[in-house]
C-alpha cells in the first residue's frame, strides 16, 4: 500500500533519513524502531509530506505521492497520530474528534457519517463516550492518547501511522493503546507504527525495521527482530552502529 523507495529526507539541507526503503502492506502493522533521533518520525513526517524530500519516491496506492502536499495526502486516507498526543486543550473530546473528520465532510452523506464514525471510536475507547463534554486538556495522558488516535480515526484512514504512542505512558496503558491497534488490524486497517518500546511495538507487528542514524540497519519479521544484534546496537548510540 505505502513504499518508500531510496528516499533521502531532511531538514535544512541535513540528512535525517539516508536511502531509507520501506514497505507497508495492505492489512498490516509494520513497526519501526530505534533509539532517539534515529529518524523515526521523520519516516512518518515524510509520508505525510512534511519533510524535504531530496531523492527517491514514495508511492500510495501505486500513486506517486513524492511532490504531493500535505493536505492531498490526508485526503488519499493517509492520518497521522502525531508525537506528543496534541489535542487541543480547550475543546472538549467529542470538538477534539469532530476536527478529525474534516475530511469527510463534504462527502456523502456527512450527518450520517459523522454518526456511524463517532460511534465506532467510542465503541473503540468506551472510556471517551462518558467523558465526551470534558475538555481535552484536563484528561489523563493515557486519555489524551485515545482522543489523539480516535481523532485520526474519525477521518476513516487507510493508512494510520503512530508516532510514539507509548511516549510518557504507564504500561498497562500501552497495553490497551496496542491491543486497540490489534482490533483495527482485524478491522482491515493498515498500520504504521513509530516506538521506541522496540519489544511490545515488534512483537505486535507483523514486519519490523530496526533504525539507527538515519537508516534501515535490519528488518524482517516483527518476531524474528526481537532478537537481532541490530537491534541491541541501535540503542547502544552512533558508535556501535558506524
Ligand atoms: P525521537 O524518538 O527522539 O523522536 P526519532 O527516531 O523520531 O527520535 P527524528 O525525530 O526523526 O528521530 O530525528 C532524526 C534526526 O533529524 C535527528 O538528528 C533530529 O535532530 C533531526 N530533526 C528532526 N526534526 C528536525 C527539525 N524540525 N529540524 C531540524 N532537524 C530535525
Redesign the pocket.
Known amino acids: 500500500m505505502l513504499r518508500l523507495e531510496q528516499v533521502s529526507a531532511?531538514?535544512?539541507r541535513?540528512i535525517?533519513?539516508d536511502n531509507t526503503s520501506i514497505e507497508i502492506p495492505e492489512g498490516k502493522i509494520v513497526s519501526v524502531v530505534?533509539?532517539?533521533?534515529?529518524?523515526?518520525?521523520?519516516?512518518?513526517?515524510t509520508v505525510s509530506r512534511l519533510?524535504t524530500v531530496y531523492s527517491g519516491k514514495i508511492t500510495f496506492d501505486g500513486r506517486d505521492i513524492t511532490a504531493s502536499k500535505p493536505a492531498a495526502v490526508v485526503d488519499m486516507g493517509i492520518v497521522q497520530v502525531p508525537?506528543g498526543r496534541q489535542v487541543f486543550a480547550p475543546l472538549t473530546v467529542e470538538e477534539n474528534l469532530r476536527l478529525g473528520f474534516t475530511r469527510l465532510a463534504s462527502g456523502p452523506n456527512p450527518a450520517q457519517k459523522y454518526r456511524e464514525r463517532l460511534d465506532y471510536v467510542l465503541d473503540l475507547f468506551p472510556r471517551l463516550r462518558e467523558r465526551i463534554t470534558q475538555r481535552a486538556g484536563t484528561m489523563s495522558g493515557g486519555e489524551q492518547q485515545m482522543v489523539a488516535v480516535s481523532r485520526a480515526l474519525m477521518a476513516e484512514p487507510k493508512l494510520l501511522m503512530l508516532?510514539?504512542p507509548s511516549l510518557g505512558l504507564a504500561p498497562m496503558i500501552v497495553d490497551q493503546i496496542f491491543e486497540i491497534l490489534q482490533k483495527l488490524r482485524r478491522d482491515g486497517l493498515t498500520i504504521l507504527l513509530?516506538e521506541?518500546h522496540a519489544d511490545e511495538a515488534l512483537q505486535l507487528a507483523d514486519y519490523g525495521y530496526v533504525?539507527a542514524v538515519?537508516r534501515v540497519r535490519a528488518e524482517g519479521p516483527g518476531n524474528d527482530l526481537r532478537d537481532h544484534p541490530a537491534l541491541r546496537q541501535s540503542y547502544l548510540g552512533r558508535e556501535a552502529v558506524s
Request: aromatic fraction near 4%.
Open positions: 531532511g531538514y535544512n541535513s535525517a533519513l530505534g533509539a532517539n533521533g534515529a529518524g523515526k518520525s521523520t519516516i512518518v513526517n519533510v508525537e508516532d510514539e513509530v521506541q533504525m538515519g
